[in-house]
């Protein structure tokens, strides 16, 4: 069994055939799927849970988990209101995880300042919820500035609670990598780590502990080799972790209990996690 650690499923573009969509996912083996709450805007971080709620208990589909947060560049819609929401969202039982949250220095649009504020907001709530967090990190081009403010912030602001979290479709380096695991994260890996220029990260990920990494899809992007462009499923998570068990010398069998594992581990969910 195999854990998408990370998609979308509330997902426009799974509108006319979601059920379908996660049928196929189980078909190949996915026994459950973290859905990611963030909507479009931060309103819309609920839609997850709704997902959750509307295919939990149904034969024929993964076990679905829910996180809910306010992605970087919705953090300008963080007032009082927003913050009450997904303090609200995270005591659904459902709800494993606060994410994706975290900085966003690539693209243009809200402030760093902006960001910055947002994400430690969100770490207090996390961390009086109890819940882990899935970290979304990506800096100008080859900087690692977007890396070395969040690790700063991360320091200050959620080690101490010792929750841990993801750092979600990890992009970094090995020493962002080496951070991740000292701070108590898990590192996850999408589709691009089964892209042809992607050497740099498969050396990463090559270097990492079995026990510290995850697989996503980030579905419906991030679609892995050869449908990279396409729209991405769950079903495809199993290609990034043949491509991750090659780099790690082991099998498939072993990447996807030890994926299972550390997901469990992070999340406290037992050994029945799944079917
Ligand atoms: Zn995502």
Request: charged letters at 25%.
């Amino acid at each position: 069994m195999l854990i998408d650690s990370h998609a979308h499923l509330d997902s426009e573009r799974y509108a006319d055939d979601r059920g379908a969509m996660l049928g196929r996912a189980f078909e190949a083996g996915v026994g459950a799927v973290l859905a990611i709450g963030i909507g479009e805007q931060a309103a819309g971080m609920d839609g997850a849970l709704a997902v959750c709620r509307e295919f939990n208990g149904l034969a024929g589909v993964p076990r679905l988990y829910a996180s809910a947060g306010i992605y970087p560049h919705n953090t300008h819609e963080a007032d009082d209101a927003v913050l009450a929401k997904l303090d609200s969202l995270l005591a659904e039982p459902e709800v494993i995880a606060c994410g994706e949250i975290g900085l966003d220095y690539y693209h243009e649009g809200v402030s760093r300042e902006v960001q910055r504020e947002g994400l430690i907001k969100q770490l207090e709530i996390a961390a009086a919820r109890k819940r882990p967090i899935l970290i979304h990190c990506r800096g100008t081009n080859e900087s690692t500035d977007a890396w070395d403010d969040l690790f700063e912030i991360l320091a200050d602001h959620w080690r101490p609670s010792g929750l841990g979290g993801v750092m979600h479709c990890f992009g970094g380096g090995w020493e962002q990598a080496r951070r991740s695991l000292e701070l108590g994260f898990l590192v996850s890996f999408a589709g691009n780590l089964t892209y042809p220029k992607a050497q740099g990260l498969r050396e990463v990920a090559a270097r990492l502990p079995l026990d510290g990494v995850l697989v996503e899809t980030d579905a419906p992007w991030l679609a892995p080799a050869p449908d990279r462009g396409k729209r991405n499923e769950p079903a495809w998570v199993l290609r990034t972790a043949l491509v991750l068990a090659e780099l790690l010398r082991v099998d498939g069998e072993e990447i996807a209990s030890a994926t299972t594992k550390n997901f469990s581990k992070l999340f406290r969910l037992g050994v029945d996690v799944g079917n």
